[in-house]
């Protein structure tokens, strides 16, 4: 039953989500012993200027 | 206080989520002892080249 | 592939959770055409010196 | 480490949601005794017919 | 409507939480327009065995 | 920027953590592009009585 939520910045491909929900679920199965129809992974993209470190949104970092 | 997110694939209609809602508040005013005022839901449209089961993301499935 | 997360206070019973759950499926069922299968729900209990409206903690309401 | 997660209505420009990161990263290390840079926030706009009240979704208040 | 889900390392008092509960809800209201009693604050503890950086736990740190 | 939060049912050691931490690290890095250090994971322990499939809490399958 894991679920997995990644929020992560907007860009990546279709082809590179595949290949990390495929390596992520093979990391639940090997290491925390999930059967990998357990496993549902979520990514939830974000723009920079919704993301803030420090106090200062990315989309203004180096401003 | 209950705070409801329901992550679920794009493509629903707002009548379908109102009346999820509803539902989903008498519920929780039924079973859980909620007053109506309380209950907050949260919709999340999800595409299915964002959500992986067993690996796969859902917009791959029978490719 | 609905995913439902509940944060709510804690001190419900697993017969509530159990009702609860139950209802809340048939809703998503019921509305918004989801199979019983696909639909996942999670409690997250909160205490109420975790959660706070209006600025003050529910824990510290009245006082 | 805090991770900051705000779920709000659409609408609020970067310019406000910069300056509510500032804020709310001071009040984190000013209140919680974090470091600036170890607090990450992140904004999630959520259209009103997402968000249901008492039942009731926010887009159809008042109708 | 904002919710506000804060995740952070267990260990914060109850006196801390009430102050930077505050803090972020004037921040919210001052900055992105919300009115006091719309914001809702959710602390979320987590144990420093539970949260990774860089792929090592908080609880590895210098080991 | 990818904030990892897996939610899974109790019971991982800290030793199936740190390895599951370290393993879906290396496949952010490798196949989405991400720095190790910006990658932050955050297990969230759930009980088989707070999570629910087809209606039925875990912890009452198959009575």
Chains 1, 2, 3, 4, 5, 6 share one sequence.
Do not use: Y
Request: hydrophobic share 40%.
């Amino acid at each position: 039953m894991p679920f997995v939520r990644i929020d992560l910045f907007s860009g990546r491909t279709e082809e590179q989500k595949a290949n990390t929900a495929r390596a992520i679920t093979e990391a639940l199965v090997q290491h925390a012993g999930c059967t990998p129809d357990s496993v549902q992974i979520l990514f939830a993209d974000v723009e920079k200027s919704d993301w803030a470190t420090a106090g200062v949104l990315a989309s203004r970092r180096g401003q």
